[in-house]
């Protein structure tokens, strides 16, 4: 295992320059590697087939659905029976069928939409890579993280890993990432210390 600090990049163009920059600092070409990561839930053909495969929330949609659907059928029966001398006995079963349906689309949407939204540091975006073996490549950290955020990395990380054949090789597009750096990190930062958000004294 290595230490390995790579940026993700939003735009290809800005991952190529990022190589040649690192290349102009010093870093031999065999200690950088460049991929690109799928959307999340795209990734199996990176992985063994580990993956953020399905959200908590549509998860549990089939069971918003289920209690929507008994309760709307019941309401629609309601309807249905104030409705039958105007429709007779079929309008109870169309009351029923239509409250049925309607209340499993609100029940199964009510649980998609109760599910927080993942930021960057939750689940990786889709995003070109590039990637230095640090313990190689005959630079410092601080070095590496300036060239990556200089050329708009919006995530710098650090990592724990194994890099074989010119690349890293066990890289998991569903591992958290631990942050240490990176454009949205700062935007993150100046966030958290501007006045409004300092606790009262």
């Not at 995530?155 to 724990?160: H, I, L, M, P, T």
Request: proline share 5%; net charge negative; aromatic share 4%.
């Amino acid at each position: 295992m290595g230490t390995i600090v790579a940026g993700g990049f939003q735009v290809l163009t800005e991952a190529d320059d990022c190589v040649s920059r690192l290349q102009q600092a010093g870093v031999d070409r065999e200690w950088i590697c460049t991929f690109r990561v799928n959307p999340a839930g795209e990734h199996h053909g990176l992985t063994g087939g580990g993956d953020h495969h399905t959200s908590a929330g549509s998860r549990h949609a089939h069971s918003g659905a289920a209690a929507g659907a008994a309760i709307g059928a019941v309401a629609g029966a309601a309807a249905g029976v104030a409705a039958m001398p105007l429709l007779g006995p079929a309008g109870i079963a169309a009351g029923a069928g239509a409250g049925a349906y309607t209340g499993s689309l609100v029940g199964s949407l009510k649980e998609i939409d109760s599910e927080p939204a993942p930021d960057h540091s939750d689940v990786r975006p889709a995003e070109n890579m590039v990637a230095v073996n640090l313990d190689a490549c005959g630079c410092s950290e601080e070095a590496i993280v300036r060239v990556l955020e200089e050329c708009g990395a919006l995530v710098v990380e650090r990592a724990q890993g194994v890099w074989g054949e010119g690349c890293w090789s066990d890289f998991d597009p569903t591992s958290r990432p631990i942050v240490i750096g990176g454009l949205e990190f700062a935007r993150r930062a100046d966030i958290e210390q501007s006045p409004e958000n300092r606790p009262a004294i």
